[in-house]
């Protein structure tokens, strides 16, 4: 299943006018903005130590 970034990409790519291609482009920055906050985008994810949000509740949830 494609994500909605690769769909932004994707269509920012084919886009003709450099506007839509900016917004596009625009969109997917502000959608890998917002993942960062969520999972950790780190090589290595949790060897890291890198804790975001996903990492976080999965502590709660294992009772580490």
């Known amino acids: ?3 909605r970034t690769d769909q932004a990409r994707a269509r ?3 886009a003709h006018d ?3 291609k900016d917004q596009l482009s625009g969109l997917v920055q502000k959608l890998e903005d917002f993942r960062s906050t969520l999972v ?4 290595g994810g949790m ?3 890198e804790k975001k949000l996903r990492e976080k509740l999965g502590e709660l949830y294992g009772g580490a």
């Open 47 to 49: 060897i890291t130590g």
């Open 18 to 20: 450099s506007a839509v």
């Open 1 to 3: 299943m494609e994500s």
């Open 40 to 43: 950790s985008v780190k090589e």
């Open 12 to 14: 920012a790519a084919s």
